[in-house]
């Protein structure tokens, strides 16, 4: 079985052309998977033909309408038949709102974990990551999440998201008037900590660095955020760039001395930041990094090695990790030379042929419990 040419069914809410960090973790899965013949069903999107005719898989579009309950349902409804008709080996669950669909094909089946969801929507958790033949959580912050709601040790997985390593490793840095910290988030989730980083951005500058934030990435908290520059007197060195093309993200990162993103765990302690692939494509791109010491973000930063782990409640924390990083010269040089090799742990090749050792063993697990009744 693990020679033969797998067929794989990934349904998921959530593809790519659309931004966010699920979408860019199942595109990287899904072109990376090797051996496997994929076919991915999601709904459609702007410039959705356009993308799926450079893929080198089949992608199912269901259409959109305008309740999103619809959506979800057209979408198991989609997977079901998509299912029958393709006739997988086994069938992926790219989000938890999948998993009726996913679960009713009858073949086996993996329900991918991330974090938010799980607290946002704890009973269709529970009863995916209770029937799922295996899930896959992205980081041991999510793994607890999962245990908590009830899901079989022996089922569950941790297998982090992987990284689109950059093509050019010898391109120099940008050099700017004033030294610059990025965040890249969708400006929709208070945890994220934008609303830190401002907050910590004038103690940064009473510090000495001149420094001012870039924000890319957009979203309904956007307009809260520009009132509290405007509030902390730091409007003037908060630039909201909104979404941009991968290659201006790409030319923020070359431009920035420092990547802070310093989410913080919501009421309860449920959901948060699943992983953060951003943090990766920071350290990729050698810059040093501030993140929260909770959540997935432990996963994906190595304290005092590729980042700093700080407080993400305490604005004073993060604005001190800022200071160091960028009136210390050693200490950047050390954790931004650090950043390639710990980003190329997680290059997408290895991270999918972990994954395509997960399906083998769930659908050989699912063969020899049907050959002993």
């Given at each position: 079985?693990?020679r033969?040419?797998?067929r794989?069914?990934?349904?998921?809410?959530?593809?790519?052309?659309?931004r966010?960090?699920?979408?860019?973790?199942l595109?990287?899965?899904?072109?990376?998977l090797?051996?496997?013949?994929?076919r991915?069903v999601?709904?459609?999107?702007?410039?959705?033909?356009?993308?799926?005719a450079?893929?080198?898989?089949?992608?199912?579009?269901?259409?959109?309408?305008?309740?999103?309950?619809?959506?979800?349902?057209?979408?198991?409804?989609?997977?079901?038949?998509?299912?029958?008709?393709?006739?997988?080996?086994?069938?992926?669950?790219?989000?938890?709102?999948?998993?009726?669909?996913?679960?009713?094909?009858?073949?086996?089946?993996?329900?991918?974990?991330?974090?938010?969801?799980?607290?946002?929507?704890?009973?269709?958790?529970?009863?995916?990551?209770?029937?799922?033949?295996?899930?896959?959580?992205?980081?041991?912050?999510?793994?607890?999440?999962?245990?908590?709601?009830?899901a079989?040790?022996?089922?569950?997985?941790?297998?982090?998201?992987?990284?689109?390593?950059?093509?050019?490793?010898?391109?120099?840095?940008?050099?700017?008037?004033?030294p610059?910290?990025?965040?890249?988030?969708?400006?929709?989730d208070?945890?994220?900590?934008?609303?830190?980083?401002?907050?910590?951005?004038?103690?940064?500058?009473?510090?000495?660095?001149?420094a001012?934030?870039?924000?890319?990435?957009?979203?309904?908290?956007?307009?809260?955020?520009?009132?509290?520059?405007?509030?902390?007197?730091?409007?003037?060195?908060?630039?909201?760039?909104?979404?941009?093309?991968?290659?201006?993200?790409?030319?923020?990162?070359d431009?920035?001395?420092?990547?802070?993103?310093?989410?913080?765990?919501?009421?309860?302690?449920?959901g948060?930041?699943?992983?953060?692939?951003?943090?990766?494509?920071?350290?990729?791109?050698?810059?040093?990094?501030?993140?929260?010491?909770?959540?997935?973000?432990?996963?994906?930063?190595?304290?005092?090695?590729t980042?700093?782990?700080?407080?993400?409640?305490n604005?004073?924390?993060?604005?001190?990790?800022?200071?160091?990083?960028?009136?210390?010269?050693?200490?950047?040089?050390?954790i931004?030379?650090?950043?390639?090799?710990?980003?190329?742990?997680?290059a997408?090749d290895?991270?999918?042929?972990?994954?395509?050792?997960?399906?083998?063993?769930?659908?050989?697990?699912?063969?020899?419990?049907?050959?002993?009744?």
């Amino acid at each position: 079985m693990s020679r033969r040419r797998l067929r794989v069914l990934l349904a998921t809410p959530d593809f790519p052309p659309a931004r966010g960090g699920i979408q860019m973790l199942l595109h990287g899965l899904a072109k990376s998977l090797p051996d496997v013949e994929l076919r991915v069903v999601t709904p459609a999107g702007l410039d959705a033909q356009a993308f799926d005719a450079r893929q080198p898989f089949e992608v199912v579009r269901v259409p959109r309408v305008a309740v999103h309950r619809g959506v979800i349902a057209a979408l198991n409804l989609a997977t079901i038949r998509e299912g029958r008709a393709f006739g997988p080996d086994l069938v992926i669950s790219g989000h938890i709102v999948t998993s009726p669909g996913v679960r009713a094909v009858g073949r086996p089946w993996v329900q991918y974990l991330y974090a938010k969801e799980i607290g946002a929507r704890a009973g269709l958790a529970r009863r995916a990551v209770r029937a799922a033949d295996a899930a896959i959580a992205i980081s041991e912050h999510t793994r607890q999440l999962a245990l908590q709601l009830g899901a079989p040790a022996a089922r569950l997985h941790v297998v982090p998201p992987g990284v689109d390593l950059p093509r050019d490793r010898t391109r120099s840095r940008v050099a700017h008037p004033r030294p610059t910290v990025l965040t890249v988030a969708r400006l929709e989730d208070r945890y994220k900590g934008c609303d830190t980083l401002i907050r910590a951005l004038p103690l940064v500058r009473a510090s000495g660095p001149r420094a001012e934030l870039a924000v890319v990435g957009n979203g309904p908290l956007r307009p809260w955020l520009e009132r509290l520059a405007h509030a902390n007197r730091v409007a003037d060195v908060v630039r909201f760039l909104g979404d941009v093309s991968d290659a201006e993200r790409d030319g923020w990162f070359d431009r920035s001395a420092v990547f802070a993103m310093p989410s913080r765990l919501p009421a309860g302690g449920q959901g948060g930041e699943g992983f953060g692939i951003v943090y990766l494509e920071a350290s990729a791109r050698g810059v040093p990094v501030v993140a929260g010491n909770v959540g997935g973000a432990v996963d994906a930063v190595q304290n005092q090695v590729t980042g700093l782990l700080v407080d993400p409640r305490n604005h004073v924390a993060v604005a001190d990790a800022l200071t160091r990083l960028l009136v210390d010269p050693a200490l950047h040089r050390r954790i931004a030379d650090a950043g390639p090799a710990w980003a190329d742990r997680f290059a997408w090749d290895g991270i999918a042929a972990r994954v395509r050792e997960i399906l083998v063993a769930v659908i050989e697990g699912r063969a020899a419990r049907a050959r002993h009744g």
